[in-house]
């Protein structure tokens, strides 16, 4: 990250959210590495030379799922009606103009605007791997560099998902469908071939980059054939890497998925090794009561996009039903309709509500573990997420008195922040115990919508 070795530095909050509970006077030392070295409460008053947080300090927020480049979408896909096949054709328009440099340029700034919501740590799950009509870069690995750096230079952390996408369709025999011109660029021909660039990208435990681990996907079972499945779950099985798989966002997939298989996704992952513990399912909208206990049983994670599920007109999946199941849940901002955890929060409780027409299907305290903790750990960051000693110093602080969080008592600041704030409210956020947005100020890219504009200016035809 772009900062020079931290040494101890003490951060003192108003009030912080300490394993569900919201504690008044807390000091958060860190020390070298980046960690958090004691978490004291009962601190009345700030320490000589701390740095004082107002609000209430959370851990850092964990955006489990993201197409860092879908975010030059924004407003552009919101004229006139359609599905999300007509979505996706507006997808592969922009996809096609990228480069390394430009989409290093974009998704800088659009990490920048995460760090600004709260979020410490990105999920990227990253298919856009080639150069236009799939020619291969000089460096094949050159998009995933350009996403690294661009995380790096903006602060956060990353999980580069990498994604093997290598066909338009399952076919009529199951063996895939040619990926189409737009696609070519997504694809490596073959799982053999996928496996073997991404084995040529690894920043684990590289000095240069302590920000960056990788993991493995699978785009879905349109995407990749059933036959080329176990090799991808296999590199990640190698590696205990986190593997994601886009599952059941719609309903054709499933009748494409029955019709020539027999099965439904779910089964046919299951089949094929692609579920377990290491494994979160991203979406998992349109599922029946097998489907559901197969992903709860194996321990598969389930990472939930409300925003984007909503925007797409996907649907509306069984989160309380696969919680019950086994599955632990997260949450991703996908195509960046928003970016903002706090909606991502709530709106599964309340889209949940508008489906069931009950209300209370989770705590403010479960639905901040599903943007933290369980965050943290789908993305292979088991030290994150949680504000003890010994993990990683990454937290963020929400005002409690701006007008959409001022008024309640303090004790019920986790039920504001879940339920009322934005991510317009959030005014710190630290990564690594380094002070990255400083009173809604990011500290490296001063001028974050400016960053955005330019950006997304440069990608219109």
């Known amino acids: 990250m772009p900062s020079t070795e931290l040494t101890e530095l003490t951060y003192w909050c ?10 008044p006077g807390v000091a958060l030392d860190t020390g070298a590495g980046g960690r958090l070295t004691a978490v004291r409460t009962g601190v009345e008053a700030p320490p000589p030379g701390a740095t004082v947080l107002r609000g209430l300090t959370l851990p850092g927020l964990a955006n489990a799922h993201s197409h860092a480049f879908h975010r030059a979408l924004r407003g552009t896909v919101q004229v006139g009606s359609g599905t999300f096949w007509t979505w996706r054709d507006t997808m592969y328009q922009t996809a096609s103009l990228l480069t390394p440099d430009s989409y290093y340029a974009l998704a800088r700034a659009v990490y920048a605007e995460m760090a600004l919501a709260g979020i410490t740590c990105v999920g990227e799950f990253h298919y856009l791997h080639h150069a236009p009509g799939g020619e ?29 996408y290598l066909a338009s369709g399952i076919g009529r025999r199951g063996r895939g469908e040619p990926p189409t011109r737009q696609q070519r660029r997504f694809s ?12 040529g990208f690894v920043p684990e435990n590289d000095p240069d980059r302590p920000h960056a681990r990788l993991g493995a996907a699978v785009h879905s079972v349109r995407a990749v054939p059933a036959r080329e499945l176990g090799t991808v779950a296999e590199w990640a099985r190698e590696r205990d890497a986190p593997l994601h798989v886009h599952l059941s966002e719609q309903t054709a997939e499933n009748e ?35 489907d559901i206990r197969r992903l709860g049983s194996s321990g598969t994670g389930v990472c939930m996009c409300p925003t984007t599920e909503r925007d797409l007109a996907d649907g509306i999946g069984p989160a309380p039903a ?10 991703g901002s996908d195509s960046h309709a928003v ?15 508008l489906r069931s027409r009950t209300r209370g299907h989770w705590t403010a305290g479960q639905l901040l573990r599903a943007a933290t903790e369980h965050g943290h750990a789908a993305l292979g960051w088991p030290e994150a997420g949680r504000l ?39 005014r710190h956020t630290v990564v690594g115990g380094r002070h990255l947005v400083q009173d809604g100020r990011h500290t490296t890219v001063p001028d974050v919508p400016r960053a955005l504009t330019d950006t997304i200016a440069a990608l219109r035809p």
């Open 256 to 290: 494409s998925c029955r019709s020539v298989h027999g099965v439904t996704p779910t089964e046919l992952l299951a089949d094929h090794g692609v579920l377990g513990p290491r494994t979160v399912a991203v979406h998992a909208t349109h599922l029946d009561g097998d």
């Open 388 to 426: 003890e000693a010994g993990q990683l110093a990454d937290f963020t602080t929400v005002a409690l008195d701006s007008v959409r969080t001022a008024g309640p008592v303090p004790r019920l600041a986790g039920e504001t922040a879940v339920f009322a704030a934005t991510a317009c409210d959030v």
């Open 188 to 199: 490596d021909g073959t799982a053999e071939a996928w496996a073997e660039r991404a084995a």
């Open 14 to 23: 108003e009030y912080a959210w300490l394993n569900g509970t919201v504690e």
């Open 136 to 164: 291969r870069y000089d460096d094949p690995n050159a998009m995933s560099h350009a996403l690294v750096a661009a995380a790096r230079d903006a602060g956060i952390r990353i999980t580069l998902l990498d994604t093997a």
């Open 339 to 353: 970016v903002d955890l706090f909606e991502e929060a709530r709106a599964l409780e309340l889209d949940e509500r």
């Open 322 to 331: 696969l919680q019950r199941a086994g599955s632990s849940l997260s949450l």
